[in-house]
Each structure stands twice: as structure tokens, then as C-alpha cells.
């Protein structure tokens, strides 16, 4: 069980895909709009209402690009995944009823949770991102950063006080529908029991490393590969590829913008200033680039286009970050919101980027600065390379299949 945007959804294609191989039958509850990601893989697929497209598009939605603050943009996000909560609720109660275990992203770990115990179900978290306090660095949802050790872990509590108020209204609905008696201690006690549950981490140990402060029952497993289908690239898009040197790959995914046109000029001006041939994916922010040294492209599997890119500039989601490493290649992160701050502070550490260029405040300067840095120093590229040869050696589903097994007996 999963909710909103593609990045939040597309790993549990893979994992549900090994699950699935290692025989048992898996269904993927998400929205509606993302069934099209399990077509052709043999998994199940429980459609739940709310389009997260349409919901960013709102004019609550456009809220969060006059949030100049990670803080700013949480408080804002609380009231817009409340409302869509609400609306969800009914459909993961029926997807429950029909399974006989929970897998829960962290969009949904409250409600899916108490769901599970009123239909006396196992149920354990899958997560994109490390949401459990820590002192070893800030919490992701905040964009990254470290406040000190003690500061952290306390802003890592802030974070899940600010998740609680967008299930205080949906976990005690469901209790009470479901004939669970009420939480005497309140939900926030509710929800910090849920947080005690296995979970385990879709992201590679070598990325994050496990913080020596968690508690037990909290792994980091290494990353769940979406399931891609038919992994052939448009015939357009190999004649581009083969036209020229390796292009640099521009994209936002599930970002939107206030103004796609302006920001596709700076990006197509930035990529000639730095001599750069560019791979431009529309996403949902609407980019688009035109010309002979350009191609402007719509969904394709990210594992087979980035391993022919000579860099990825990208929005540091945690989906496409991964892509980017598995691939072995430089990146240029320009961070929108939430946790991309944190994963480009990452890709930074890790030697693989040389700086972040923040969206808010891009010039065609800054990033065409950032990607002759990425493209032509040698380092950048060797440790990608490096890198990436020993994220591809990892299996992220095995402990998942593990945990599963022994909990469905």
C-alpha cells in the first residue's frame, strides 16, 4: 500500500515483482492513475481514488511553491495529504480485507496499521526514506542538513508530530468503523506504537548507511528497482542518442513549476553554454527543448536511457536519485521540496555531484557551471562508475522476502 507521486509508487512494482517470482501473489493498492507501471508483470492492482497530478495542479497544490521552507512546504503538505486521506480510506480497508499481509509505505504506515490490527493481519513498513529520528543527521523531510546531534533527532520527532495531524482524523475513523476500541492515550501514542514495527528501508546501505542510534527492527535493505516492462527506448530517442556524444538527461519527474516555459529556456541555455547535447523529459512540470543538439522526451525506463547519458540533472527524488547511481553516472541535483534536499546533499557526499543547484533561484550560469564540472572532471565520473558496479551487486528484496515469510509462516 502506497500513495502519491510515481517516485513513491514505482519501487513497489520491483519489490512486489520479487515477491511475487519467490510465489507468493501480490497485489499493489496505489492510485489509480499508476496502474499502467504493473501492466504485463502478473501483479495484482487495487486501484485507490485521488490523482496526486491533479491534487499538485489544485490551487491548494500550487500552495507549496510559496513556501520558500522546508518547514513552510510541511505545513502546507499536511492539510493537502489529509484531504486526500480521507478520500482513500474506504479502498484500503477493501485491498485489506482481501490480503493476509500489510506492506506499508510510510505515506501510510498509520492507517495501514491500524487497519492491519482490526483485521488481525501482520503488517510491517516498507520506506523510501529514513523517517525514523536520528541523531546522524536531520530529518529528510526537511531537506536535508545537520542541526547537531541532539538537535536532529528532536527535529526528527517535529517531523512525526507534523506526519500524526495528517492521520489524527483518519486512524480513530478507521478504529472505530473497523470496531477497534478507541486509543485512550490518543493517536499520537497510537501512531509512535505503529513506528516500533519492522521496517525495512528501500534504499542502498552504501547511500545511507544504517544510523547506530535506530532500534532494532529497522533495516536498510538496499534499493527495489521498479519493474520496467519492455525496457526498448523510442526509436527517436536511440537516432539522437547514436547522433552525437552522450547527451546530459534534464528531469523533474512528479515536480511541477509555476512556469514550465521560462524554466525550460534556462535549462536548454545552460546545456549549450556548457557545450552539452540534452535529453529533456516533459515530467509534470511540463519541460520541453527544441533543435538539432536537443530531444524532448516522455516516460522511459530510467534504466536503460542513464547509462548512455554523460550526466543526469534531476530533481533529487528518491526514485530517480537511485536510477542515477545504479547507472554510474555524474548528477547535477536541483532540489524542489521535502527530502531532495536531503538525497542531493547525498549525492554530493558521496562524490558523484559536485554541488546542488536549489530550483528556486536556477540560472542558466549556475547550472551550466555545475555541468562542466560533472561532464569534464574525471573524478565525478570514476566515482559514479565505481559506485554504481557495486549498487547493481546489492539485493534490496531479499531481507523483504525474508521478513514476509516468516511473518506469513
Known amino acids: 500500500m502506497t500513495a502519491g507521486s510515481r517516485g513513491d509508487v514505482a519501487p513497489f512494482t520491483g519489490l512486489g515483482l520479487g515477491l511475487a517470482r519467490a510465489g507468493h501473489a501480490v497485489t499493489l493498492v496505489t492510485h ?6 504493473v501492466a504485463g508483470s502478473g501483479l495484482g492492482f487495487h486501484p485507490l481514488p485521488v490523482d496526486p497530478r491533479a491534487e499538485l495542479d489544485s490551487a491548494r497544490g500550487r500552495g507549496l511553491h510559496r513556501s520558500a521552507t522546508g518547514a513552510g512546504k510541511m505545513v502546507r503538505a499536511v492539510g493537502l495529504a489529509r484531504a486526500a486521506l480521507a478520500r482513500m480510506t474506504d479502498g484500503l480497508i477493501a485491498a485489506a480485507e482481501k490480503s493476509d499481509v500489510l506492506l506499508l509505505s510510510g505515506s501510510l ?5 491500524a487497519i492491519a490490527e482490526a483485521l488481525e493481519l501482520p503488517s510491517m513498513g516498507v520506506h523510501l526514506q529514513p523517517l525514523s529520528p536520528t541523531r546522524e543527521f536531520a530529518p529528510p523531510l526537511l531537506g536535508g542538513g545537520h542541526f547537531g546531534g541532539p538537535a536532529n533527532r528532536l527535529a526528527g520527532h517535529g517531523v512525526n ?3 500524526e495531524r495528517v492521520f489524527s482524523a483518519a486512524v480513530p475513523a478507521v478504529r472505530a468503523r473497523l470496531g477497534l476500541p478507541p486509543a ?3 493517536t499520537a501514542l497510537r501512531i509512535r506504537a505503529g513506528m516500533r514495527r519492522p521496517v525495512h528501508h528501500g534504499f542502498s546501505p552504501l547511500v545511507v548507511p544504517r544510523p ?12 527495489w528497482w521498479p519493474y520496467d516492462g519492455d525496457e526498448r527506448l523510442p526509436a527517436a530517442l536511440r537516432e539522437f542518442l547514436d547522433a552525437g556524444p552522450p547527451p546530459v538527461f534534464v ?9 514550465p516555459a521560462r524554466l525550460s529556456g534556462t535549462i536548454v541555455r545552460a546545456l549549450r553554454r556548457a557545450g552539452l547535447r540534452g535529453v529533456v523529459q516533459r515530467g509534470w512540470g511540463g519541460l520541453a527543448a527544441a533543435g538539432d543538439d536537443m530531444l524532448t522526451i516522455g516516460e522511459v525506463p530510467h534504466s536503460a536511457l542513464f547509462p548512455r547519458m554523460a550526466a543526469v540533472v534531476h530533481h533529487a527524488g528518491a526514485g530517480t536519485t537511485a536510477a542515477g547511481l545504479r547507472a554510474g553516472v555524474p548528477a547535477v541535483p536541483l532540489p524542489v521540496q521535502f527530502d531532495e534536499g536531503f538525497w542531493a546533499e547525498r549525492l554530493i557526499s558521496l562524490g558523484v555531484a559536485p554541488c546542488a543547484v536549489p530550483l528556486r533561484g536556477l540560472t542558466a550560469d549556475s547550472l551550466a ?3 562542466v564540472r560533472a561532464t569534464r572532471v574525471a573524478s565525478y565520473r570514476e566515482r559514479a562508475a565505481a559506485l554504481g558496479a557495486l549498487i547493481r551487486e546489492e539485493d534490496g528484496i531479499a531481507p523483504v522476502l525474508a521478513a514476509v515469510e516468516r511473518v506469513a509462516g
Do not use: I, K, N, Q
Not at 212 to 223: A, Q, T
Open 212 to 223: 547506530h542510534d535506530w532500534r532494532p527492527g529497522l533495516e536498510v535493505c538496499g534499493y
Open 369 to 371: 557551471a555545475a555541468l
Open 184 to 186: 485512550r492515550l490518543g
Open 109 to 113: 504506515g498509520p492507517v495501514g496499521h
Open 161 to 163: 508530530l507534523a506526519v
Open 251 to 259: 528531469g523533474l519527474g512528479s515536480a511541477t513549476v509555476p512556469d
Open 32 to 37: 489509480g492513475c499508476f496502474e499502467p507501471l
